[in-house]
């Protein structure tokens, strides 16, 4: 069952690209955009990262932070940010449990085979913990544009 917008946000705490744990509850009183990714250093998830990368003084003034997960081992996710000079928070969610939580773990399809995995989507978070905005399956372009709407929307 996918997140509810209006309610609050489905907790977690996983580990980040340095090994440390991150908790959602820690981000109170801070507008978060969450997003999930299927997989680091992939050509789709590289555009989406450095998007937000590149939009992150915009965001800032938005007063949001970002914070990406996907199925990655932190070390590869450390890897990732070194690359591309991401900036941001990376976590790992190998049993997609999080990515559960919030409806980002479906059914996709290639070359016509079915398979389990993770759904590009992405969430806003309010100061208060409440899941503002929720864009499943969003492209790797429209995340920033799209984000950056619900963030203003909240003023």
Same mark, same amino acid.
């Given at each position: 069952?996918?997140?509810?917008? %209006?309610?609050?946000?489905? @907790?977690?705490? *996983?580990?980040?690209?340095?090994?440390?744990?991150?908790?959602?509850?820690? *981000? !109170?009183?801070?507008?978060?955009?969450?997003?999930?990714?299927?997989?680091?250093?992939?050509?789709?998830?590289?555009?989406? @990262?450095?998007?937000?990368?590149? @939009?992150? &003084?915009?965001?800032?003034?938005? /007063?949001?932070?970002?914070?990406?997960?996907?199925?990655? &081992?932190? /070390?590869?996710?450390?890897?990732?940010?070194?690359?591309?000079?991401?900036?941001?928070?990376?976590?790992?969610?190998?049993?997609?449990?999080?990515?559960?939580?919030?409806?980002?773990?479906?059914?996709?399809?290639?070359?016509?085979?079915?398979?389990?995995?993770?759904?590009?989507? @992405?969430?806003?978070?309010?100061?208060? %913990?409440? *899941?503002? &905005?929720?864009?499943?399956?969003?492209?790797?372009?429209?995340?920033?544009? !799209?984000?950056?709407?619900?963030?203003? /929307?909240? %003023?």
């Amino acid at each position: 069952m996918a997140a509810e917008t %209006g309610k609050a946000a489905p @907790a977690f705490t *996983l580990v980040d690209q340095r090994g440390q744990k991150v908790k959602l509850s820690d *981000l !109170k009183g801070t507008r978060v955009v969450l997003y999930f990714y299927p997989r680091a250093d992939t050509p789709g998830c590289t555009t989406q @990262a450095c998007s937000l990368r590149d @939009a992150s &003084a915009e965001l800032k003034k938005l /007063e949001a932070v970002v914070v990406g997960v996907s199925p990655d &081992a932190p /070390e590869a996710l450390q890897k990732f940010d070194d690359k591309h000079g991401l900036g941001f928070t990376l976590v790992s969610d190998p049993d997609h449990e999080v990515a559960d939580k919030y409806g980002a773990w479906g059914e996709k399809s290639m070359y016509g085979k079915k398979y389990m995995g993770v759904v590009r989507s @992405a969430f806003v978070i309010d100061e208060r %913990g409440k *899941l503002a &905005a929720a864009f499943p399956k969003i492209s790797p372009k429209d995340t920033v544009p !799209k984000v950056r709407a619900a963030l203003a /929307e909240l %003023g």
